[in-house]
C-alpha cells in the first residue's frame, strides 16, 4: 500500500543518545542538554548520565525514555509504593525530598523573574509529611477482560487508578501517599464492591478522610438491589465508614454514617463529600496560619476573601477581623460556608454566590469597602478581578495559586499599580507529583506594617 505524506503525521525517531542531566524541570523530567537543545528524560535526575532512547524531536527542545543509568545521583531515593513503575498518579518518588522541594522552588521563583523581573529570594518550603498526606482519592472500578464496555469483560473487579499515559487501570493494593486509614481501606472496599451483583454496572468511587472519619462514594450506573445496599451498609458499619451513593454525576444519597467535617484554626467546617477541600491537611493549616500573619489582621478590619470556597481562609480571618466577605462561584460551597459560619458563631462573616469571571464591578459586595484581600483561585487564575482589587486599593494583598503561571501573570497588574512583592512560598502540598502550589504577599506602599523583604 502507498503512503503518502501528511504535515500532520507525527514522525518518532527511536534514536539512542548518551546525555547527563543537569537539572531536574517542575515535572520531574531530568533536563539535559544534546546538540544544542534540552532533551527531557522522566526518570533521570542531575549528575546522572543514562543511555535514552528519543521518543520525541522537535526543532527545539526534544524527548526521551530512559534506557540505561550509566551512574546514580546521591538523591536517588528508593520509592515506596509498589506500583510506582505503572502508576501514573506519582512521578518524583525516585527523588529525595530536598531534590523535589528545590527544584520545584526554583522553577517558581524563574517563572516569576521571567514574567515580572522581580527576583524573589527562595523562602523556606511549607510541608508536611512526603507519604501517607493525601486525604482524598479518586479510583477507577474496571472489570478485568472489558475491551468495548464495562459489561464485556469476565474478569474480577480491577479498583485503581490509571497507567502513565493510559487509559488502563492499575490494580492499587497500596498507595503509600493516602493516608493510613484511607489506605487501609483499599484491599477491604475492593472484595465489598467485587461481592455485589452489580459489580458490572460500577463506575468509580471516591475516599476521603474528613476528621471524624472515612467516606466513600460509590458512583453506580443502575439502582443497587437492596441486598447490594444491606451489604454495603454492613461494611460501613464495620469499618466505621460513611457512605454516599451517586446514581449520577449531580446526586448523593447518603447511605450510613455521618456529615463529614474537617477542623481549621479551632473550627468546625461541615462539607458535602464531593466539595473541594485541600488534600493534604498538614499544609492546609501553615497555609491558613501564614496567611494570617501576612495579612496583619486587627479588630478594625474588612477584609475581603475571593474565590472563598466553603470558608476555609474565610472563618479563620472571621476570627480576627471587624468583618469578612466571601464570594464564590458554586452554589453548595456558599451554602456550607453561611451554614460552617452560623454553627460557629460568627455572625461577622457573610458570603457571595457570584461568577468571578463575569463583570466583578457590578456584583452587590463590590460596593463595599475593604482594606485587606485574600484570594485563592483555581488554576484559571484571576484575571476578571485583578483590575477591582486595584481600585479597592487594599493595604494587603495575599494570593494563593495552584498555578505559577497564572500567579505570575496576575502579579503584574498589582506590581504595575505600585504594589511590592514582599514575600512568596512554595507549598508542597502534592509531594511526588509536578504540582506547584504557592503563596505571596503583596504590600501597598502607604502600608506602615513591617515584614522581611524577599
Known sequence: ???????????????TITVTATDLDAFGQGVARHNGKAVFVSGLLPDEQAEVTLTEDKSKYAKGRLKRLLNTSAERVKPQC????????????HASEALQQRSKAASLLRLISRETGIQAQEQPVIAGPQYGYRRRARLGLQIAGSKSGRNSGNGPLVMGFRQEGSNDLVAITRCPVLRPELETLLVPVQECLSSLSAVKRLGHLELVLADNGAVMVLRHLDP???????????????????????PDSESLEPLCGDTPYYQIDGLNL??????????????????????LEWLALTPEDRVLDLFCGMGNFTLPLAKRAKQVVGVEGVATLVANGQDNARNNGLENASFFHENLEDDVSKQPWAAQGFNKILLDPARG?????????????????VYVSCNPTTLARDSKILLEAGYRLAQVRMLDMFPHTGH??????????????VVSET
Open 381 to 397: 487564575g484571576a484575571a476578571g478581578v485583578m483590575a477591582h482589587i486595584v481600585k479597592l486599593a487594599p493595604s494587603r494583598v
Open 224 to 246: 443497587l438491589s437492596e441486598t447490594d445496599r444491606a451489604r454495603l451498609i454492613a461494611f460501613g458499619e464495620r469499618h466505621q465508614l460513611t457512605i454516599f451513593l451517586a
Open 82 to 93: 509498589p506500583h510506582y513503575s505503572t502508576c501514573g498518579g506519582c512521578q518524583q518518588q
Open 270 to 291: 461541615k462539607f458535602g463529600p464531593r466539595d473541594f477541600i485541600q488534600v493534604n491537611d498538614a499544609v492546609n493549616q501553615q497555609m491558613v496560619a501564614q496567611a
Open 436 to 449: 506547584i502550589e504557592s503563596m505571596a504577599l503583596f504590600i501597598n506602599p502607604s502600608d506602615t506594617g
Open 1 to 15: 500500500m502507498a503512503q503518502f505524506y501528511s504535515p500532520n503525521r507525527r514522525v518518532t525517531t527511536r534514536q
